[in-house]
């Protein structure tokens, strides 16, 4: 199947414009908004291993070092540090629904361009960012990996890439983290979330059991006409996804409210799963600028304390994957 047209299609002069004019932007919105509030997003940064002592009234009794307790014949606990190296992953949905756009740009532009802040976020806190794309299959994979040279590269590999797929599928995206991953991440998954239950029935499941292991934070793009119909009588629709072409005679009010009604429902449904599992999803209208929304995100981060904390070996490999196609 051909690769569709890439966000990066512009002149390679204008191209190189635009990733510049999004570094500098970031740079004053890491250093203006996010500067002391960037860690805070990471609720469940890893413990590591520090030493043992000897237990003190008031210790957590969770802390016991029962190995070292029966050789010693005394209780003692085991101590641990908090990691100072983070990993950020973030996981770009880039199907067809992502084409669409009625607000200051497409929802794949908007998708690219939050992935990069937040890529160069992670950079200047000097902390290790990775890259995924999907569609209904793996389109590129770049492991994480720290410096400015690596998120400028993640950056342009994202803005130049011509996905193969169109369709909407998480869960195998999810699966694959979750293998490669060996140490507890912040993914950062952004898409529009326009999912087909039918289509992927495991997503519910899956993203319960990875949300477990990493923490993991939706990041949903909403356009309003995506939600329903404008009355303009007959006309010609393609489904951005499955390339399906019918007429749809929008002046009937039936229709209107039919449409309005299955597109609530799948909404509400996948609110109704991010809720069950505890997830702090991010809303970003395509018709707002999503910069005072992520600092927002960030800052109430900030304020909340961690749920969970964890540790798994680091990862590795630094080779960019595409997947054939």
Same mark, same amino acid.
């Given at each position: 199947m051909a690769g569709r047209e890439s966000i990066a299609h512009e002149h390679p002069r204008v191209f190189s414009a635009r990733v510049k004019q999004i570094e500098l932007r970031t740079r004053g919105l890491v250093e203006s908004l996010f500067s002391g509030e960037?860690?805070?997003?990471?609720? *469940?940064?890893?413990?590591?291993?520090?030493?043992?002592?000897?237990?003190?009234?008031?210790?957590?009794?969770?802390?016991?070092?029962?190995?070292?307790? @029966?050789?010693r014949g005394r209780l003692f606990i085991k101590q641990h540090e908090e990691e100072r190296e983070l990993t950020a992953m973030?996981?770009?949905?880039?199907?067809?629904?992502?084409?669409?756009?009625?607000?200051?740009?497409?929802?794949?532009?908007?998708?690219?361009?939050?992935?990069?802040?937040?890529?160069?976020?992670?950079?200047?806190?000097?902390?290790?960012?990775?890259?995924?794309?999907?569609?209904?299959?793996?389109?590129?994979?770049?492991?994480?990996?720290?410096g400015r040279r690596h998120a400028l590269r993640l950056i342009f590999e994202l803005l130049s890439?011509?996905?193969?797929?169109?369709?909407?599928?998480?869960?195998?995206?999810?699966?694959?983290? @979750?293998?490669?991953?060996?140490?507890?991440?912040?993914?950062?998954?952004?898409?529009?979330?326009?999912?087909?239950?039918?289509?992927?029935?495991?997503?519910?499941?899956?993203? *319960?059991?990875?949300?477990?292991?990493?923490?993991?934070?939706?990041?949903?793009?909403?356009?309003?006409?995506?939600?329903?119909?404008?009355?303009?009588?007959?006309?010609?629709?393609?489904?951005?996804?499955?390339?399906?072409?019918?007429?749809?005679?929008?002046?009937?009010?039936?229709?209107?409210? @039919?449409y309005a009604r299955q597109t609530g429902e799948a909404r509400e449904r996948l609110t109704g799963v991010f809720r069950e599992l505890g997830l702090e999803v991010v809303e970003v209208g395509s018709e707002d600028d999503y910069v005072p929304v992520l600092a927002e995100f960030f800052r109430a981060r900030g304020r909340t304390p961690g749920r969970r904390r964890g540790r798994a070996p680091m990862a590795g490999g630094r080779r960019a994957v595409r997947a054939p196609g």
């Open positions: 960037y860690r805070s997003v990471f609720k *469940g940064r890893g413990l590591e291993f520090s030493e043992v002592r000897e237990y003190q009234p008031g210790d957590d009794i969770r802390s016991i070092d029962w190995n070292v307790t @029966a050789r973030l996981m770009v949905d880039l199907s067809g629904s992502q084409d669409f756009g009625t607000g200051i740009a497409s929802n794949a532009r908007i998708a690219s361009e939050i992935a990069c802040i937040l890529a160069l976020s992670a950079a200047r806190n000097n902390d290790h960012v990775g890259l995924l794309v999907v569609t209904d299959r793996t389109e590129l994979f770049i492991p994480p990996d720290t890439l011509r996905p193969a797929g169109r369709r909407t599928n998480l869960s195998p995206g999810l699966e694959f983290l @979750a293998r490669v991953l060996r140490r507890r991440a912040a993914v950062f998954l952004i898409s529009d979330f326009l999912v087909d239950f039918e289509a992927d029935p495991r997503l519910p499941r899956i993203a *319960g059991r990875f949300s477990f292991q990493h923490d993991l934070v939706p990041i949903r793009l909403n356009d309003p006409r995506q939600m329903g119909l404008p009355d303009v009588g007959l006309v010609r629709v393609v489904d951005p996804e499955s390339g399906e072409r019918r007429i749809v005679d929008t002046g009937r009010e039936g229709t209107r409210a @039919a």
